[in-house]
């Protein structure tokens, strides 16, 4: 293979037999079990741009991976490129941003941002990637508040498919930084990113478990309570394979009134068995999540779904409130007028499927999305045009096609991309 003799990277590189082979190729699924023709473990920058130029040179696929979180299909044959060695996290508290690089996990930017009183737009695990996470969407415990985490994005560093390194923001080749706003990675591979930063220090967050027997009560207390809760307070209602209910929560403000604000709430759903919430650090706030084997937006809990979701013993179920802020921003990740979201942690039942097929908006978020060829049902009409559109501008051979692919729209010669008369201000590698 030609790409074995002429492979040269900082960073360490394994071949099938390898010592760190067998590591570095699996990603965090257990059901996948990739044999990739090399894996990448890249130093920087430019060993993501020397690998990204090997497998277009050597007609390989291109997979990466930095925590693993987000692999859906097995890579066999590809040339995987691992980010994980890229960690950095830079704060400018007087700005209120950070900068990270690929293969930053949110631990640590939790742990740089709090001592300055500041947040980032994080999610329910600390040991997920940023870059991953973000590009998916990101939909975190303090979205309903401050928009999903793509929309906190300000600039991207991004090796595109011709090889280019380039810096990306709202002047600087809009289009693109739009696109990986949420559009998901298929649009290049983003070594650094940075974000806004938020001053949320403490919060009143955690969770309070119930008995099931008021399930159904709890849930139809919950449809007509989140139409009067403020955006500062996010929620969702649990329904536990071990017979429990359990409310979530994290409210960005004092937490008496977070209190009074969760009351109605805790009375429909009965006598309270373990009560978890506390005023922490939001860096400490260990929220949790439920794995979304089934994920579905839906208008309202409805009568029927309420039912059949209550009487579903052998799954674990989430139903989460979105609105707020995610309603008011216009990113391009996420169809933003869905009011909730259900996730169960398995295939559904006919009577549930059928349940959601009848409340659902038929749309999906790219976090919670296992089936990349549902890709496009993450995206508004709209949107999904114009994710093409970009997508034919910077990679027309669709060359990032692992994964959630955007595929490029047919050819438009009237078309170029607003930034494409200026990426002598991009920075490239030689």
Known sequence: MTIRRTLRMDGPVHWPGDDGYDAYRKPLNPDLDPRPAVVVRAAGPADVRRAVLAARRDALP????????????????????????????????????????????????????????????????????????????????LARAHGLAADSVLRAQVVTADGTLRTVDADREPELCWALRGGGASFGVVTALEFRLHPVDRVYAGAVTFGRDRAAETLACYRRWIERVPDALSTAVLLTRDGKLVVKAMYAGDPDRGRALLAPLWRAAGPVVDDGMRVVEYARAAMGGTFARTFDQVRALDDELVAALVAEPDAGVEIRHWGGRIARDCGAAAHRDAPLSVILDTVPSPRVAAALRGAGLGSSFLNFLPDPARTATAFTPENWTALRRVKAAYDPENFFRAGHAVPPAPADPNYLPCGSAALSAATTLS
């Open 62 to 141: 291109l997979a990466v991976q930095a925590t693993g979180h987000g692999t859906h299909v097995a890579h066999d044959g590809a040339l995987l490129l691992h980010t994980g060695a890229m960690t950095s996290v830079q704060v400018d508290p007087d700005r209120r941003v950070a900068r990270v690089a690929a293969g930053t996990r949110w631990r640590d930017v939790l742990d740089a941002t709090a001592p300055f009183g500041l947040a980032p737009l994080s999610g329910s695990s600390p040991d997920v990637g940023v870059v991953g996470y973000t590009l998916g969407g990101g939909l975190g415990w």
